[in-house]
C-alpha cells in the first residue's frame, strides 16, 4: 500500500502507547501517520503526550453527553476533519456501540475498523486490571507463570473481537505489579506497532472471524 495509513488513536488516561506509536510513525519504522487523538477525559495525560508530538486532539468528556450514542455521535462529527482509515484503543476505557463499530468497519482494506490492545489472553480475561489477573490478585482465577499480551479487532464484545498477535510475557515468582507491568508495557509498545505496520502494508485479511497475516 502505497499511502500511509491514517489513525486516530483513543486514550482515556496515560498514552504510553500512544507515544510508542507516534515515535514509531515519526521515524518511519511503520507506514502510518496520526491524523487526531481523541479523549473522553480532560486531564488524561495522553493529551500531554499528544501535544509533545504536535498532533490534533479533541476531547469529549462522556458524563457531559446524555448516552452513548449520543457520545460517540460527537466524536464523529469532531473527526470529519480529520480523514482517518483506524481507529486504534489505546487505554481507551470506554465500550464502543454496536452501530459505531458497524459504521468503522474498513470496506477498502476489508477489515473491522477498529483495534485494541489488552494486557491478557483474552480467551482467558476480559476487561481491566489483566496484569492483576495474572498474578492471581482478581477473583477470575489463580496466580499465572505468564501472560499473554493480545492485540484485537474489537466486535461488541468486551475484548471479544477477532485475534490479531499475542506475545507471550513471563510472570516471575517474584514479580510486583509494577514490574510486570513495566516489562509487560514494553511489549505492548513494540506488538501494537508491529500490528499497524501488518495492517499498513496489507498484511493482514479476514477468513469469517478468523485473522490471517502474511508476513
Not at 496515560?14 to 502510518?32: D, H, V, Y
Not at 483506524?86 to 470506554?94: E, K, N, S
Not at 495474572?134 to 474489537?154: E, M, N, S
Amino acid at each position: 500500500m502505497a499511502d500511509r495509513l491514517r489513525l486516530v488513536v483513543f486514550v482515556s488516561g496515560g498514552g504510553t502507547n500512544l507515544e510508542a506509536i507516534a515515535r514509531n510513525c515519526a521515524s518511519g519504522a511503520i507506514p502510518c501517520e496520526i491524523a487526531a487523538v481523541v479523549s473522553n477525559r480532560a486531564d488524561a495525560y495522553g493529551l500531554t503526550r499528544a501535544k509533545n508530538f504536535g498532533l490534533p486532539a479533541i476531547v469529549l468528556d462522556d458524563r457531559e453527553f446524555p448516552s452513548r450514542e449520543a457520545h460517540e455521535a460527537a466524536i464523529e462529527q469532531a473527526l470529519a476533519a480529520h480523514p482517518y482509515d483506524l481507529i486504534v484503543l489505546a487505554g481507551w476505557m470506554r465500550m464502543l456501540t454496536a452501530g459505531f463499530i458497524a459504521r468503522h468497519f474498513n470496506r477498502r482494506l476489508g477489515l473491522p475498523g477498529i483495534v485494541n490492545i489488552h494486557p491478557a489472553d483474552t480467551a482467558a480475561y476480559h476487561g481491566a486490571h489483566g496484569y492483576e489477573f495474572a498474578l492471581g490478585l482478581t477473583k477470575k482465577g489463580p496466580r499465572l507463570t505468564q501472560t499473554k499480551i493480545t492485540v484485537h479487532f474489537i466486535d461488541d464484545g468486551m475484548d471479544t473481537g477477532p485475534v490479531i498477535a499475542q506475545r507471550t510475557v513471563a510472570v516471575r515468582p517474584d514479580d510486583s505489579i509494577d514490574a510486570l507491568k513495566e516489562r509487560g508495557l514494553a511489549v505492548e509498545w513494540e506488538v501494537y506497532s508491529q500490528v499497524l505496520g501488518w495492517i499498513a502494508r496489507g498484511q493482514v485479511r479476514m477468513s469469517g472471524r478468523q485473522v490471517i497475516v502474511e508476513t
